[in-house]
């Protein structure tokens, strides 16, 4: 099982598809970032970084704010027109590079050499869904890229500067501890997108169209 994998492995990250969609990912990061006000206002909030005190107690009652997270996509919402369409495009760029292989490998009679490999169905089948799984969640990791340009830093609530409103989920966790609610963040984003393309392998049982797969995610997605 451990050679099937390997093999799957980098036939799902080292393809052209993979890194067609890993770099058009970063683009529309890079994009959003550039592309509008943020950088700009983000720019300016730095040269009056200086003069925030310190030590506040109670982060609901602040309103200051310079961290990388400014900088976070998922923070601009549908206010950047370049978030929305990665939000768009992403179920589809998720399955592009891996979700049809099954369907490939059944009408080049590949699967025959692999089940071989593997000396039975089942180590196959799990090999397939694992790597799948897996290679649909790496993706979203062109979620952090934007928040490289600038220092980690804790945020200070307010309205003006962030999307996340004392009331949402895990809000409390964002002021506070924003480290963990970024992992948590793209920890369900991962797990999300990687079993959406776990659906391109279990409809490919049934459906030969390579297309009509990949577009199975971004129809269960906004269906």
Known sequence: MKEIFK??????FRNKKFLLMALAGCLIALLDLVGTSWLGGAIDLAQCAEKIEPGYTNVFESNAVVTSLYFWMPNHGDVSK????????????????YGSSYVEDKRSGLINQLILRCKNKKDYYITKFIVTFINGGTIVASLIISMCVA???IPVYSVSFYSVGK???????FYKHPELYVIIYITYVFILFGLLN?????VGFFEENKYAVILVPFLVYYG
Do not use: D, H, Q, S
């Open 82 to 97: 370049y978030y929305y369409v990665y939000k768009v495009l992403i179920p589809v760029m998720a399955a592009i590079p």
């Open 7 to 12: 093999i799957e492995c980098m036939r799902a």
């Open 167 to 173: 009331r949402a989920v895990f809000a409390e966790l």
């Open 198 to 202: 776990c659906l391109c392998l279990t």
């Open 151 to 153: 220092p980690w830093g």
